[in-house]
Every structure is written in C-alpha cells, then in structure tokens.
C-alpha cells in the first residue's frame, strides 16, 4: 500500500503528540477531593440550545461526579458569556464560534478547548406577517434588528445574500437579544435574526402574526468551550475534568435523548417539542475539526468587514488547547499543525 508523503507526515506529527501526552498521563493525577478545594470553577453558560452538552453536563450532575465544585453563571448570549469570562467573571464559558472570531480581533487571552456542537439549522429570522412580510424578498425596506457581531447577526449576512438582498437592503439596528421579541410585538421593529428561546417567545407574543424563515444548511456554525489563558496554565487538570463531564453528557444524550431534550427545555423555558425538532441539526460532539480553523478565519475576515476593531492572529492555531480533549477523547482531534514543523 503506498502512503503518501503528507499522509506519513501527518500520522508521525499525531503520533509524537500522542506520545507526549501519554507521557504527562502517567504523571500523577489530582484528586476530586483536592480540585474541590477553593473557589470553585466558574462556568458562563448562555440559556441557548447550541449550549445543550453543557447544560446537560450541568442538570445532570456530571461536573459534580467529576470531583468539580461548579459555579454556573447563566447569559442570554454566547457572546456576552464571552465577554464575562474576559472581563473575570467567570473561568470557562461556551460561545459560538463568531464571538471568538471577532473578539480574537483584539483580545487573545483565552484558549478554545474542543467544539460542543455543530449546528447547520438552529437560526431564524423571525418577522411580523400583518406588516407586509410573508416571504424573504419582503424583508426589503424593513427594519431588522439582531445582536451584532454574533452568530445571528452573519446569519442574517448569508440569508439575506441567499435571497438576493444584503443589509443596504433592510434598515439594519442591533439590539441585545432580550428585547428583540418584545421590539418585535411593540412595532419598534419588523423583524429580528435570532434563536430560541427568543423564537418561541415572540410567537407566543405575537402568534399568527408572525412568519418565521429557517435556511437549514446555509450556516454552518460551531460552539465552542473556551477557557481564559490564565485557567489553562494554573488549573488543567480542573479543564480535563470539564471535557471529561461534557463526553459523559454527549454519550447520555446520544442514549438517552428524551431526557436530555428535557433537560435542555427545562433550563431554557421552551417546551420539549421545541428542542426535539432542533435535536437533529445539532450535532452534539466534542471534537477539534480542521475545519473549524477554516470558519474562524472566515468569520474574523467578515468581522473586519463589518469594522470591528483590530486584526486576525497570523495563526488561529495559536488559541488552540487541545491537551484535555486529547486525553479524554483521542478520536475527537482532527487537527495537525503541519505548519508548525
């Protein structure tokens, strides 16, 4: 069988890794009883279903069998747990992977630890039908409003190109996510780019005033655990024990998904029905993709179209920490640094 050059490479490159990590393996492990010991590890958590591995991880108890003493910090956005965890908040946090994009244009002390989901249909654009608009090509001349420089917000960028319109189109305002369904039902605003819970709360406002427009597949969209650098060099053995509870919570989702799904609802306020039609287009995995680096650089470039200040790192690498998802998942690393040779 021919192998070839970058092929080879690549498996020695993994293989040296993989011994190294082995190595620190065998160094002698501390105990739940002594990581308990202290402040406990704060956790910002956003109240959303992209988050559903940590809040499952969190309603299950998983952190607390892992010998962890967790303090949940609970956001309405990945974007502002983010911005709490960089401003000492709170330690470690979930986010999709545009609030690390855009804020690695300025800050870099923090570290990405491993992706929690990948998501190709959770956004929508939800928008008032008694105020004209009842297909895409409506939202022409309407005033849509979503959180900047988020997830939502490149969302609404794809599906406004996918339908031949772009944001010169719409009178575009950014609005905090808690008060785009209530906008919404007040008039201040005629449609909003957003995800649940806030979805299902400007329908129960609004009822059959409202249409709601999904474009599965058109954003394919990671969130991300991330970690601030100073947690990574003082506590990792407290971080391998974050990754190990949220592997346990992907294998009790995978297994047991009714009670998972309720668990996710309960924490958001969301009926079931609402998270188990998400459940599909979620993709529940820890794992490090290369192609993860791909869509940070594609989103951070977007991001300075939109003049956010500052610029990309030469090498998104660089904000990688893979130790602990290396040691409690193996499989779960796709990225070789080649580069780095």
């Not at 407290?238 to 919570?249: G, N, Q």
Request: glycine share 4%; with cysteine.
């Amino acid at each position: 069988m021919n192998i070839s050059p970058r092929r080879f490479l690549s498996t020695l490159v993994l293989s040296v890794l993989l011994a190294g990590l082995t190595a620190c393996e065998q160094q002698p492990a501390a105990t739940p009883a002594s990581i308990s010991q202290g402040e406990p590890l704060t956790l910002g958590l956003p109240l959303h279903p992209t988050s559903a591995l940590a809040l499952v991880a969190w309603k299950k108890g998983f952190f607390t069998e892992e010998g962890l003493d967790i303090l949940v910090k609970e956001y309405p956005s990945g974007k502002l747990a983010l911005q709490a965890m960089l401003a000492g908040e709170c330690d470690i946090a979930t986010t999709a992977s545009i609030p690390v994009a855009t804020t690695s244009l300025k800050n870099r002390d923090f570290r990405i630890l491993a992706t929690l989901a990948n998501v190709t249909d959770v956004y929508r654009v939800v928008a008032r039908t008694d105020l004209g608009i009842q297909t895409p090509a409506d939202l022409r001349g309407k005033r849509v409003a979503t959180q900047r420089a988020s997830a939502v917000h490149f969302f609404l960028h794809l599906f406004l190109l996918q339908h031949n319109l772009n944001e010169k189109d719409i009178e575009l305002s950014f609005l905090p996510a808690t008060a785009l369904p209530s906008a919404l039902e007040s008039g201040a605003i005629d449609a909003f780019s957003m995800r649940e819970p806030f979805v299902s709360q400007a329908r129960d406002l609004l009822g059959d005033r409202v249409v709601i427009f999904s474009s599965p597949g058109l954003y394919d969209s990671y969130e991300l655990l991330v970690a601030r650098k100073d947690i990574v060099d003082n506590s990792p053995d407290r971080l391998l024990r974050v990754v190990r509870a949220l592997v346990r919570a992907e294998i009790y989702s995978r297994s047991h998904p009714e009670p998972a799904q309720q668990a996710v609802a309960e924490a958001l306020g969301v009926e079931r029905e609402s998270i188990r039609q998400l459940w599909p287009a979620l993709h529940l995995e820890l794992y490090l993709p290369q192609s993860l680096v791909i869509s940070l650089e594609d989103e951070a470039a977007w991001a300075k179209r939109e003049n956010v200040e500052g610029d990309p790192p030469a090498n998104f690498l660089d904000l990688f920490w893979p130790e602990a998802l290396t040691r409690a998942k193996p499989d779960g690393i796709s990225i070789i640094p080649l580069e780095r040779l």
